[in-house]
């Protein structure tokens, strides 16, 4: 650029000075300028020249004029040059959409979207493509999925504010196109703007940069363990609560089927909302290639090698110089006379997981063999990372030698190709070169076996569906995880209805004694129950009708324990905690228990004459009914039932023994029998109804 600059400059010098004078001074002044116009011109302008080494510029601290060249000619063509290495990344066939956008920054603007490549400077790249194209104007350099650089030349517009903007503001997946449609804003709000609103985002972002907008697999194998989880957890633990809470209830209605309604509802509701919360479908912002976008750079790739047996990624700024280049097609034209050789191709030619071949060389030396349509050794030397791999497509070559033999310094390269900016892959492909000649001879031709396919291209993006992979392990998840939540709920409420009982004597209600009771209670538990219910029996006493009764009842029950008759004003009580600790006869408890009980429901509107007589912790009964007693045989027996009770005689009557309550009888050593088959006790008389036990109870204490 500079050498054009300096060339019109002369001209217009020339054209100045010379006006009216004779042609011989014409003459004589150009002459003179002809000196000044070598002495300004700059290396640049010969770079293109095959015989210039690229490593002379690259010390000389400028890009590789191959490199600049060649992207310069691109954009001449296009102002939007995409590359076609990275296909499962950003499709060449995405240009039209980088060039809508570049018209919207209201200046010439000129894109490179390039692979990012080990020894790439963004800055002196756009400066030496500029150069080379000569041209003014906004030029923008994008490497992989970031902008990476940004220059104007000759026109007004605030490049570095709106990298900065693009780079804070977005995160890292937010890919190309999104990048560069909020670099073009930001060049579009002008420069005044575009500076604050780069202070702005990079104060907003200094500690950490926004959320990713995209997923990958295994955050949606997490979605899909969670949906599985809930939808069989929340339904089913509905359904096991409502069961454990109704456990207590007799009453029948429409209130049981509120439940499985809920339990329907909520596993819709889940199905239904799952989806739409968790609508991710798509990993990263890279749009499906076309069959064309995949086949371009092995066509190209391919395209040099049927001209020439070696071909340098222009696009890659790692590459040998020409006198190596040269070097080694001597190499390759030798190799290709000897008696066992044959033709060798050598492309070096960067393998990114984003390629084609998604960076598998054995793929891409592949596709680029099928397209030669040429056997022979094809060399894939990456000018990127300086591996260099050598595969046999035809030659009568040892296989196994070519790939496992090849020594590690040419394969791999060591620490001084690992320091030098083209990785010494001129120096290496010579030594591969001197291998293959001394590599072992076959009697036939041998080929490389076919290599597995690459993935899919598109399908790489694309999440797998919601109710799919670990969707059907996170089902029985959520099923265990319900049946472990309604365990430790009931585990819980035993607790602290035990803790309550204890310290906060509080009576089971009516409705849930039959399905609370136990049928071998142990002593403390009925002290307890005999204590809550005394406490219980005694608060509700006043002001209460049916007084006689309910006292009569509860004076009882209070004789059993040693306890007062009743003061002065007419309520019981008195030392009930005292004398209850000194009853240690189970069946003395059960009726004090008993007889609490009939006096609080008298107290409560719910008289009964009557207790259960197959467990008299279940309280009051409403009738009699013939009841089997014994598990062996067919003894029955007339007792009042409750409803429960009472179901289980008529549905299964064998059930009844297995719901008796049984007591320890001294008299058998402790053995544990029906209550009413104690001697001497007084619920003898509970299947007479209350009255015989109160009646009980008095003449054995000696009150009538």
């Not at 003459?27 to 015989?51: E, G, M, Q, R, S």
Request: proline share 9%; glycine share 8%.
């Amino acid at each position: 650029m500079t050498a054009v600059r300096t060339q019109r400059a002369w001209a217009a010098r020339i054209r100045t000075t010379t006006s009216g004078r004779p042609p011989v001074l014409k003459v004589l002044l150009a002459l003179c300028a002809l000196p000044a116009l070598f002495a300004t011109a700059t290396p640049a302008d010969a770079a293109d020249a095959p015989t210039r080494a690229t490593s002379t510029a690259r010390a000389a601290g400028r890009v590789p004029v191959t490199q600049a060249a060649y992207l310069a000619d691109r954009l001449r063509e296009n102002p939007v040059h995409v590359t076609d290495q990275l296909p499962r990344a950003i499709p060449r066939s995405t240009a039209p959409d980088f060039a809508r956008l570049a018209k919207k920054t209201g200046v010439p603007t000129y894109v490179l979207v390039l692979p990012m490549l080990s020894g790439t400077d963004g800055e002196r790249l756009l400066g030496a493509v500029h150069d080379r194209l000569g041209r003014d104007g906004l030029y923008v350099l994008i490497e992989g999925t970031d902008i990476a650089q940004a220059a104007a030349w000759g026109v007004r517009a605030p490049a570095d504010a709106a990298v900065t903007v693009a780079q804070y503001e977005l995160p890292y997946d937010a890919g190309p196109l999104a990048s560069f449609e909020r670099f073009v804003d930001v060049i579009a709000q002008g420069g005044e703007k575009a500076v604050a609103r780069a202070e702005a985002a990079r104060e907003a972002h200094r500690d950490d940069e926004p959320d990713g907008m995209y997923i990958g697999p295994s955050d949606r194998r997490n979605q899909s363990f969670l949906t599985g989880i809930l939808l069989t957890g929340v339904p089913l633990s509905i359904l096991l609560l409502a069961v454990y809470a109704r456990r207590g209830r007799t009453k029948k209605g429409a209130a049981p089927w509120i439940a499985p309604a809920a339990a329907l509802l909520s596993a819709a509701a889940i199905a239904l909302i799952a989806p739409v919360v968790f609508d991710q479908t798509k990993s990263s912002a890279a749009p499906p290639p076309t069959p064309a976008d995949l086949s371009a750079r092995v066509e190209r790739v391919a395209a040099g090698l049927k001209q020439d047996p070696v071909y340098a990624d222009p696009e890659s700024p790692g590459v040998p110089d020409a006198r190596q280049l040269a070097r080694l097609r001597e190499r390759i034209r030798d190799f290709r006379r000897d008696e066992g050789g044959g033709p060798v191709f050598v492309a070096l030619v960067p393998q990114i997981p984003d390629s084609e071949s998604a960076g598998d060389t054995f793929l891409f030396a592949a596709a680029v063999h099928a397209k030669v349509r040429e056997d022979g050794v094809y060399v894939v030397a990456d000018p990127n990372d300086g591996t260099i791999d050598v595969l046999n497509y035809g030659l009568r070559l040892d296989l196994y030698h070519l790939s496992s033999e090849l020594p590690d310094s040419l394969a791999l390269g060591d620490s001084r190709a690992d320091e030098a900016d083209d990785h010494l892959l001129g120096k290496r492909l010579d030594g591969v070169m001197t291998f293959l000649d001394e590599s072992p001879r076959t009697d036939r031709p041998q080929f490389e076996p076919a290599p597995a396919a690459a993935p899919r291209a598109g399908e790489e993006s694309t999440l797998p569906p919601l109710y799919a992979t670990d969707f059907w392990p996170g089902l029985f998840i959520g099923a265990f995880g319900a049946l472990l939540l309604t365990g430790c709920a009931a585990g819980a409420a035993w607790i602290v209805r035990n803790l309550l009982g204890r310290y906060s004597p509080v009576p089971e209600p009516f409705d849930r004694m039959p399905f609370t009771a136990p049928t071998k209670p142990s002593t403390s538990y009925l002290r307890r129950t005999a204590y809550a219910e005394l406490t219980a029996a005694t608060a509700e006493f006043t002001g209460q009708e049916d007084r006689d009764r309910a006292r009569e009842r509860l004076a009882a029950g209070l004789l059993l324990v040693g306890g007062d008759s009743g003061p002065a004003d007419g309520r019981p009580g008195g030392g009930r905690g005292r004398a209850l600790r000194s009853v240690t006869d189970p069946a003395t408890l059960v009726a004090v228990i008993v007889l609490a009980r009939a006096s609080r429901a008298a107290l409560t509107g719910r008289v009964s004459k009557l207790c259960c007589g197959v467990n008299p912790l279940h309280g009051p009964a409403e009738h009699r009914h013939h009841v089997r007693v014994t598990a062996d045989g067919n003894r029955r027996r007339l007792l009042p039932v409750c409803a429960p009770c009472h179901d289980t005689a008529v549905a299964e009557p064998g059930g009844i023994p297995d719901r008796l309550l049984k007591l320890p009888d001294p008299a058998l050593g402790h053995a544990r029998v029906p209550y009413y088959d104690i001697a001497d006790s007084p619920l003898t008389a509970v299947p007479d109804g209350i009255g015989r036990l109160v009646d009980r109870v008095s003449r054995t204490a000696g009150v009538h």
